[in-house]
């Protein structure tokens, strides 16, 4: 893992005095609110609909055992005692007070976090494949690219007073599991023949406007990462429209100007930029490398974990469903599930913190990460160590075997929290989960990704949910629409939307049919739902979704 | 350089790394580029020595972009930002490539001299010039 260098802790301290100097100022009326605003959120700190939120970065969703017990000591101290891992890999807390902001800043960087540019039109925290290091068909480790734009990125003296935020997202493996396409940049490394280099994806993202992103260069050398990472932005920070808050996101400059366009324009800015670039970017990457270094695996039998596994149904069930194809084939990936039915997708306590943190020193390499599903992956444990992590998790409430099943529900804070939702999220997700935990079916269903988002932003990423749920409001009542047949993987895709929304007391059963169509045609239990509707299309859902209706009717 | 109440009242205030100082330059003799400038025609004749790049409100940072390619393309006089900058916006406008700030005296009384000059230290911890340094 990445550590501090003296630079960066010189940097990290300076800055959290002039933010505690920031803050005095707004007390103090030197700063106005208007002025102070973008000061805060490019320190991650938002105001919320009922109280200040902090949202602190896990860059590229890593972190190690020290860091995850002071983020437990930060909910304990200074907020209600937990935090909640959000889809971009970060943490936030709901309930600071903004004079002890400073002081909880200043604990982050004891433990070398920050939450700068988690917020605000600044390019934000750079998110990673959270198997990265680990994942059996990974090409090359994506974090010591993402570290190296973390460390351009950060306090970029163009680039923090931009159009509107900028995300971006990398990784190593064909298998996207970071929504790459779903980023205003996505950096796949790829082969070709012995060369490893970027595909570099623009334009993407949810929101108002789903875009899938489109490949700006199909080819990127490694060595030019910076500076074409920083023609793009350079470009459209002059570009981007700053008249529309809806409209200034890349994916609608590239929409409006055409993907040619923009390459011409990205290619003459490199130009210009490449020279600047003279060499150390491409030292710091090296060590970077080293950095990431795979950790030194131990080398024991496995037979306990072979024994345990045909000995305990629940711990093979577990195995089966919660843990991924590692590496080193005596290793297994591991993801903790923050989703058991009925609790709230993505909180920790800071007991569950604790223990997590505690697991991963004894087991996991001291690693652990966040993953984009709003889950905690111990990314390197070695089989005849599984057992007692799933031991050790149970009584914590952490070893619920749904990875990637129904229950496994990606949901934003919607409006029990969020100052721009208009309609609630967690209660929907508590309800399928705990539906379908009644029905026993969750596992006879198999994948199956639900995400629910509670307003047109997205951040719970229904448009690319196999079934993705919108809540909106309408005429003061929540009203909940349907998506169908999203993607969020390399084969990314946007869903349709079904029809015409139901209310909160329906829409738990309007899933349910969904789900039961799905069993029905499916054409064995090999079969995925997404591959169902693939194969079938929208129409018999929509049947079953709306039985009443006439064709032609649901024009909503 | 102490700011001085008793200056012209339309009169912007400059701000460099030694602290406040008044504006000494004529508009015949300087070239302004608003921010919507197309970067294609942010080219310059080489006797010009002086430059402005206006910023419309803070919040808006096309300026430093525009000021960035400037120094690129090998401007190498004073280049000023003028508008409602905060001081917050001081290192970023200096590591962006302007020499100085010019703010109005409103600006001057609200955010004081002593506010800009905690961010005279622009050129510290500047991880952008630490992965441009030669390999």
């Given at each position: ?503 909160a007391s329906t829409i738990v059963s309007a899933i349910e049919r969904v789900v039961f169509t799905y069993l029905d045609l499916r054409l064995s239990y090999l079969e995925t ?28 | ?135």
């Amino acid at each position: 893992m990445y550590q501090y260098n003296g630079f960066d802790t010189a940097f990290l301290k300076e800055r959290n005095l002039q933010f505690r100097d920031q803050v005095q100022r707004r007390i103090s009326g030197a700063l106005s609110e208007e002025e102070f605003k973008p000061l805060r959120l490019m320190n991650g700190l938002y105001l919320q609909l009922h109280a200040y939120m902090l949202r602190v970065a896990i860059p590229y969703g890593t972190l190690n055992s020290a860091q995850m017990t002071a983020l437990a000591s930060i909910a304990e101290k200074w907020d209600k005692g937990y935090g909640h891992f959000t889809t971009r890999q970060n943490i936030q807390f709901n309930w600071p007070k903004l004079q002890d902001v400073p002081d909880i800043l200043d604990a982050l960087a004891e433990v070398e976090m920050h939450a700068i540019q988690t917020s605000g039109n600044t390019i934000r925290n750079v998110t990673a494949d959270h198997f990265a290091g680990a994942a059996a068909d990974e090409i090359e480790d994506p974090r010591p690219y993402a570290e190296l734009l973390r460390q351009w990125s950060t306090d970029h003296p163009e680039f923090q007073f931009m159009p509107r935020k900028f995300k971006i997202a990398v990784s190593g493996s064909a298998k996207d599991r970071a929504v790459t396409r779903a980023h205003d940049i996505g950096l796949l490394l790829k082969k070709r023949g012995a060369e490893i280099g970027f595909e570099v994806i623009i334009g993407g993202g949810l929101g108002r406007t789903p875009m899938i992103g489109k490949t700006l260069c199909d080819f990127l050398p490694k060595s030019d990462l910076l500076p074409y990472v920083e023609a793009i932005v350079s470009v459209w920070n002059l570009l981007g429209r700053r008249d529309n808050k809806y409209k200034s996101r890349i994916k609608i400059t590239v929409h409006e100007k055409g993907l040619q366009e923009i390459q011409r324009l990205v290619l003459q800015r490199f130009s210009e930029l490449r020279p600047q670039f003279k060499g150390q970017d491409q030292t710091f990457l090296n060590a970077l490398k080293k950095a990431f270094a795979t950790p030194a695996w131990i080398d024991t039998p496995t037979t306990t974990f072979h024994e345990n596994y045909a000995t305990y149904p629940n711990f093979k069930s577990w195995v089966d469903i919660n843990t991924s194809p590692h590496r080193n084939n005596d290793y297994a990936i591991a993801t903790v599930s923050l989703k058991t039915p009925g609790q709230t997708p993505g909180d920790a306590s800071s007991a569950q913190m604790r223990v997590v943190a505690q697991l991963a020193k004894t087991y996991s390499h001291d690693e652990l990460r966040i993953s984009h599903a709003q889950n905690i992956v111990l990314p390197h444990v070695h089989k005849s160590h599984l057992f007692a992590l799933y031991n050790g998790l149970y009584p914590a409430g952490l070893a619920t075997a749904n990875a990637g099943l129904i229950s496994d529900i990606i949901a934003c804070p919607g409006m029990d929290y969020c100052a721009l939702a208009t309609a609630r999220s967690i209660p929907v997700a508590q309800e399928i989960a705990l539906r379908f935990k009644a029905l026993k079916l969750e596992h006879d269903i198999g994948p199956l990704q639900i995400k629910i988002s509670g307003c047109i932003n997205a951040c719970g990423h229904h448009h690319v949910g196999h079934i993705g749920i919108l809540g909106l409001d309408r005429a003061g009542v929540e009203n909940y629409q349907i998506t169908l047949g999203g993607d969020a993987t390399e084969t990314a895709t946007i869903g349709e939307r079904a029809g015409p929304g139901f209310d909160a007391s329906t829409i738990v059963s309007a899933i349910e049919r969904v789900v039961f169509t799905y069993l029905d045609l499916r054409l064995s239990y090999l079969e995925t739902f997404i591959e169902t509707f693939r194969r079938v299309g929208a129409p018999p859902f929509k049947a079953a979704l709306y039985p009443d209706a006439s064709e032609g009717k649901n024009a909503a | 350089m102490a700011f001085k109440k008793d200056w012209n009242t339309q009169m912007d205030v400059i701000v460099t790394d030694s602290g406040f100082s008044a504006d000494t330059w004529s508009v015949e003799t300087t070239l302004s580029f608003a921010s919507e400038t197309d970067p294609e025609n942010l080219i310059l004749p080489k006797a010009i020595q002086r430059v402005v790049i206006t910023f419309p409100n803070f919040a808006d940072g096309r300026g430093f972009t525009l000021a960035r390619l400037l120094r690129l393309r090998g401007y190498t006089g004073i280049l000023r930002a003028k508008g409602p900058i905060i001081s917050d916006q001081y290192a970023m406008a200096r590591r962006s490539g302007f020499d100085e700030i010019a703010i109005s005296q409103a600006q001057a009384l609200r955010q004081p001299e002593k506010d800009w000059l905690f961010r005279s230290n622009w050129t510290a911890h500047s991880y952008q010039s630490r992965l441009q340094a030669s390999g």
